[in-house]
């Protein structure tokens, strides 16, 4: 993987000493803030007692982000061209020397004072993740309604519940990054394939409440990313757990043939409307089973590797 680096190691992260934590910070045309957001880490993690690393990867930026970031105590990655959010967390995880590692945004709405909370709970589960739900959060109002119809449906899906689905900010074990990097993709929806697929895994996921402020320079989402998330939600699903999607459809159907099939009874007519609706609904459960059973297969077959 090409990449021009600066590398400027936080002095307890020697070579002969691996850091206790690495934080990736993926960045793109993000020159008002990429630089304070390295010194607010600084601030924060300087204040612990963990050994650290800040990794910034410049995915590809056409302003300043890269000679700031340069110039900063710290190592920067660099791309050639944007190949997206989740690219660069996995450009940044490849190159992280710890086994925890802790991401957030370079564009100044996360708090960096948080990330020791998330280190402080990191024996509770498997992932800690700030989630956007304390007093005075900055989410733009238009995002609103889709961030909970999401947050909803997704913890529907995989049985738990679910504060925040995407948030940028959270603290996870490097090894299941790489166990579920088939899977990640290079987008915005890195976080919500990681957090849907260790909890329809089993793997727990703890949240830390936290606020998000107003971010600097203009915000990379588009109004048709939240269609990109609901498709991903439904695939990781069906990939995981499918029985959660395919008996409430299939029932849908099942039940839709029976109401049509009384209806038709008070007239004296069965009609193909009521045949098909069950067939469609017996269809549905059936492949709900095999893909149930394939999917049960994967994750024997993951968990006999590990």
Known sequence: ????????????ATA?????????????????????????????????????????VDDGSDDRTFEIASGKRCTVLRHGANRGYGAALKHGFAR?????????????TYPAAAIPELWARRDEADMVVGARTAAGTAIPLARRPAKWFLNRLASYLVGRRIPDLNSGLRLIRR??????????PDGFSFTTTITLALLATGREVAYVPIGYAKRA?????????????????????????????????????????LAKFVYDLGIGNLSETAVMGFLAGLVIWTLGLLADQNARLNLDRDAWRE
């Open 1 to 12: 993987m090409s990449s021009l680096e600066a590398a400027r190691p936080h002095p307890p």
């Open 217 to 257: 320079g203009r915000s990379k989402i588009r109004p048709f990313h939240a269609y990109e998330f609901l498709l991903l939600v439904l695939r990781l699903v069906v990939l995981f757990q499918p029985l959660k999607v395919f008996l409430p459809l299939g029932a849908l159907c099942f039940a839709g043939g």
């Open 96 to 108: 992280a020397r710890s086994e925890w590692v802790a991401i957030t945004d370079a564009d100044a």
């Open 16 to 56: 002969t000493a691996p850091p206790d934590l690495t934080v990736v910070v993926p960045a793109y045309n993000e020159e008002a803030a990429v630089g304070e957001e390295i010194d607010r880490l600084h601030a924060a993690l300087g204040a612990s007692a963990l050994a650290y690393e800040i990794v910034v």
């Open 175 to 184: 090894a299941d990054v790489q166990r579920f990097a088939h899977l990640l």
